[in-house]
């Protein structure tokens, strides 16, 4: 099992950005892959980007593409999230989730490819 906490989320302007941060504590997080979800009111949760175990790949949905950066720092247990440009339809929770299989080598945007899941932390963008 692993704990996950995001922080970072909070309100902001159309057009500006935020950093989230998932910090993990329990199994070993460089063995994982990690991945951003995000759930707007009224809505399914839906995927957003993931990151490889290593860091060295990343996929992103087509709606965040080049506006969102992922990143982790294994030595910290972190997964980080940049948002820059934010626009209205990002206002979600976002949660991060850390991959049920270590060292997959797939990327996967299947949400019961993961078993973990933080709190969430509530992103809104004001128009």
């Known amino acids: 099992q692993v704990q996950l906490v995001e922080s970072g989320g909070g309100l902001v302007q159309t057009g500006g950005s935020l950093r989230l941060s998932c910090a993990a504590s329990?199994?070993?997080?460089?063995?994982?892959?990690m991945g951003w979800f995000r759930q707007a009111p009224g809505k399914e949760r839906e995927f957003v980007v993931r990151?490889?175990?290593?860091?060295?790949?990343?996929y992103y949905a087509d709606s965040v593409k080049g506006r969102f950066t992922i990143s982790r720092d294994n030595a910290k247990n972190t997964v980080y999230l940049q948002m820059n440009s934010l626009k209205p339809e990002d206002t979600a929770v976002y949660y991060c989730?850390?991959?049920?299989?270590?060292?997959?080598?797939?990327?996967?945007?299947?949400?019961?490819?993961?078993?973990?899941w933080g709190q969430g932390t509530q992103v809104i963008v004001s128009s």
């Open positions: 989730a850390a991959d049920r299989r270590a060292f997959r080598a797939v990327n996967t945007i299947v949400e019961n490819e993961y078993d973990n």
């Open positions: 329990g199994r070993a997080f460089s063995r994982y892959g």
């Open positions: 990151i490889s175990w290593s860091g060295g790949s990343t």
